[in-house]
């Protein structure tokens, strides 16, 4: 078969690759724009599936809080987004980086792991446990990484250590090991540990759900103040408070899909969906 002009027709497969190409750098595009850029995401484990069709946009300097009941697939998503797990469907952009993959027309190639490795650099994430090292004092845990991973001279990490850890607010903690810090202490230094890395995004999840009650404040005030700094966040939490005075948007996420999103304040005074209600019926 052939064109008009005698040029031969494009084959099925080949205006397939060159639509991909379109959609893909029309995704490029609108990836760009924004820090992070999620489009039906897919995660199972074995025969049960965690997510089922996910999409996020958070723009630069945002901050976008995730909430929902156990199991809805909150915590796998974010940890979606660093490729610390592996999507079976969809794409993950951050900075306009397609996060574990590279695309050549309408298929993709899972990177290498130093290509992995220095994507997550740019991503700083906080977990429920600290994981702190316990051998190390306070500056240890911050220092060890960039001198490890980012080969920063000693001396310069060490400064720069010092530094976070008074934005924490444990200036006076840097000689101490984690064995006796308080669960707040330590899990700002996990925070402090994170920003060693000057990541681009910052992931918390469920950050203060290990904590006792009194000491939840401490590390919220300090995800206020990184907020405030203009630090680009996505946080799965079940700190309403937290969701209305400092998110740009809230997302509530049951059965592995996004249910609602919108600006906290509104979903959280009158959310549209009953799922919605119900889970703020009993957290509120």
């Not at 924004?34 to 946009?57: I, P, Q, T």
């Not at 397609?98 to 298929?107: E, S």
């Not at 899972?110 to 994981?131: D, H, T």
Request: charged share 20%; net charge neutral.
């Amino acid at each position: 078969m052939t064109e008009p002009d005698g040029v031969p027709a494009p084959t099925q497969e080949q205006t397939a690759h060159a639509l991909a190409a379109v959609t893909a750098e029309a995704q490029s595009a609108a990836a760009a724009e924004l820090m992070v850029l999620a489009e039906n995401v897919h995660k199972s484990f074995g025969h049960l599936a965690v997510l089922k069709g996910v999409d996020l946009a958070v723009r630069p300097g945002e901050v976008t809080v995730v909430i929902g009941p156990s199991g809805s697939g909150k915590s796998t998503f974010l940890r979606c987004i660093n490729h610390l797990e592996k999507i079976n469907a969809g794409r993950i952009w951050v900075d306009g980086e397609l996060m574990g993959y590279q695309q050549r027309g309408a298929r993709l190639y899972e990177l290498g792991e130093k290509a992995i490795a220095r994507q997550r650099r740019a991503v700083g994430m906080v977990f429920q446990r600290f994981n702190l090292f316990p051998h190390m004092t306070a500056l240890e845990n911050v220092v060890e990484a960039p001198i490890r991973v980012l080969r920063q001279p000693r001396t310069a990490a060490a400064q720069r250590g010092r530094d976070l850890l008074a934005r924490v607010g444990l200036a006076d903690k840097t000689d101490t090991y984690p064995g006796h810090l308080s669960g707040g202490q330590q899990q700002r230094v996990a925070i402090a540990r994170a920003l060693a890395m000057a990541p681009k995004l910052m992931l918390f999840d469920e950050p203060t759900s290990a904590l006792d009650p009194e000491l939840v404040g401490e590390v919220l005030d300090v995800m206020k103040d990184l907020a405030r700094e203009g630090m680009t966040m996505v946080v799965v939490t079940h700190e309403i408070g937290f969701a209305r005075e400092v998110g740009d948007s809230l997302v509530f996420m049951d059965g592995g899909v996004v249910v609602e999103s919108g600006v906290p304040r509104d979903v959280i005074a009158a959310p549209q969906h009953q799922r919605t209600r119900a889970f703020l019926a009993k957290v509120l």
